[in-house]
């Protein structure tokens, strides 16, 4: 059970778009299409963003959007506001478990 | 509304047991697989268990297999979290989580303190 990695953090000014990576491996991220999105902000429960690698509960801007490649997943955020300032992680079905990424700072500046 | 309230944190000795309930509310509770997921002070979100509907199914990290049990009472519409022989590495806020949708759904947490 390894933990999926993330880019530890991220930065970019509001209005512009940031892409943050995921990668894992070929029995989690690159085995399923179950990869979802977290917003966690401080002192508050994770949100889900994104799940099913594309897929966008209802009520999360579609300025928020999720892709995968291979063993990578991808989430990218446009038109960056400062409400968007958090940490994300990624989390992937794993086969009877889930692994979830080391979690990714960004700083809208 | 679909509520998850999780309480039976607390303070406890190196060694010792807790027993977490996470409480459902809101939703038919029993088709759901329910997950753990802790987070230490400062650090990430680590997933702990899950559970199927049945509770026929059960998983664990290796970090706490052989030492923490899931278990559910679909009657009473709640999940539960047996931990023993913690150390100090299992402090942390647990999280219980609804798998629909990712885990679309999330508790407060819990905060469990091993310490001496």
């Known amino acids: 059970q390894s933990a999926l990695t993330q880019p530890r953090s991220v930065s970019e000014s509001p209005g512009q778009s940031v892409a943050i990576s995921c990668t894992g491996t070929s029995s989690d991220v690159g085995a399923y299409d179950y990869v979802s999105w977290y917003q966690q902000h401080p002192g508050k429960a994770p949100k889900v963003m994104i799940y099913d690698v594309t897929k966008r509960p209802s009520g999360v801007p579609d300025r928020f959007s999720g892709s995968k490649s291979g063993n990578t997943a991808s989430l990218t955020i446009s038109g960056l506001q400062a409400e968007d300032e958090a940490d994300y992680y990624c989390?992937?079905?794993?086969?009877?478990?889930?692994?979830f990424g080391g979690g990714t700072k960004l700083t809208v500046l | 509304e679909v509520q998850l309230v999780e309480s039976g944190g607390g303070l406890v000795q190196p060694g010792g047991s807790l027993r977490l309930s996470c409480a459902a509310s809101g939703f038919t509770f029993s088709p759901f697989r329910m997950h753990w997921v802790r987070q230490a002070p400062g650090r990430g979100l680590v997933w702990v268990s899950l559970i199927s509907g049945d509770g026929k199914t059960t998983n664990y990290a290796d970090s706490v297999k052989g030492r923490f049990t899931i278990s559910r009472d679909n009657a009473k519409n709640t999940v539960f979290l047996q931990m023993n022989s913690l150390g100090a590495e299992d402090t942390a806020v647990y999280y219980c989580?609804?798998?629909?949708?990712?885990?679309?759904?999330w508790g407060q947490g819990t905060l469990v303190t091993v310490s001496s």
């Open positions: 989390c992937s079905w794993a086969g009877n478990s889930l692994a």
């Open positions: 989580a609804r798998d629909q949708n990712g885990l679309g759904y």
